[in-house]
């Protein structure tokens, strides 16, 4: 069982930034798929990003294209998000998943290993 943990999250104000991390104290996060997913209270999860393990491939959903930028640090076995020109309706909690695979996985029910969650609330 991976056990995935994020960190980052926070209150921070309009147009604020803040940077989310996803790693795996006790696997190789390089040979994973990353995806970041958030949930509002009473919506369903969204998928906002997510990055290929070998190449680096991106996908970044519509909503925060543009803004939000996904990266990893296979020395520091870390995925990150870069989030920019934050927005009160980026409120939500912030999950980061898994999955042992080459490909680029975007849809939430194909990620095995799930983290906790991190809150990130966007308000002046």
């Known amino acids: 069982q991976v056990q995935l943990v994020e960190s980052g999250g926070g209150l921070v104000q309009p147009g604020g930034s803040l940077r989310l991390s996803c790693t795996a104290p006790q696997y190789i996060l390089e040979y994973y798929a990353v995806g970041w997913f958030r949930q509002a209270p009473g919506k369903e999860r969204e998928g906002i990003s997510c990055i290929s393990s070998i190449d680096e491939r991106t996908y970044y959903g519509p909503s925060v294209k543009g803004r939000f930028t996904i990266s990893r640090d296979n020395a520091k076995n870390t995925v990150y998000l870069q989030m920019n020109k934050l927005k009160p309706e980026d409120t939500a909690v912030y999950y980061c998943?898994?999955?042992?695979?080459?490909?680029?996985?975007?849809?939430?029910?194909?990620?095995?290993?799930w983290g906790q969650g991190t809150q990130v609330t966007v308000s002046s």
């Open positions: 998943a898994a999955k042992e695979t080459i490909v680029l996985v975007r849809s939430v029910h194909e990620y095995d290993y």
